[in-house]
């Protein structure tokens, strides 16, 4: 993901190894829909619902978010229910998961899809770097970053 960032000029480097390793990233900022790594990497209902209150203190924290790029449908289920709660969209079935989907938001922000870009989708060729990259283009140009 960071060679991405990086190429798209989201971040200062295109690798991080460590906390200490000065990867910074600019006009972005990474969350997640659950606060730790379930077994499986495949969070639970309820593990979803218990780390709402974090997701949503830390959107609610960044201030001006323009564009928001889901990664994974997981990611995609639990904004919207962010979105649905805080009441910015009335419901979630008019909102469909795909790679690449694109949806304004009532206020004003963007919302993205993407697939995960975890190793089952990089290494079966479902999601490739043009693709990943082309999310962050999009989001870049959204936010008024690109020319």
């Known amino acids: 993901m960071y060679p991405v960032l990086y190429d798209v000029g989201f971040a200062n480097q295109p ?20 606060r730790c790594a379930p077994p499986g990497d495949k969070p639970t209902p309820v593990e979803i619902r218990s780390c709402a209150d974090h997701l949503a203190q ?24 962010y979105l649905l709660e ?26 993205l899809a993407s697939y995960h870009p975890s ?5 079966t060729g479902r999601l490739d770097a043009a693709m990943f ?9 959204l936010a008024g970053l690109k020319d």
């Open 119 to 123: 190793l089952r989708n990089t290494n």
């Open 86 to 111: 805080r009441r910015i969209i009335a419901r979630k079935s008019e909102f469909r998961f795909v790679h690449g989907a694109h949806y304004p938001l009532p206020n004003r922000t963007h919302l």
């Open 133 to 141: 990259r082309q999310i962050f283009v999009h989001a870049s140009e």
């Open 15 to 34: 690798e991080g190894t460590s906390r200490d390793d000065g990867l910074k990233l600019r006009h972005a900022w990474i969350a997640s829909v659950v």
């Open 58 to 81: 830390e959107v609610e924290a960044l201030g001006r978010v323009r564009v928001v790029v889901c990664l994974g449908r997981i990611a995609f289920d639990g904004y919207l229910s």
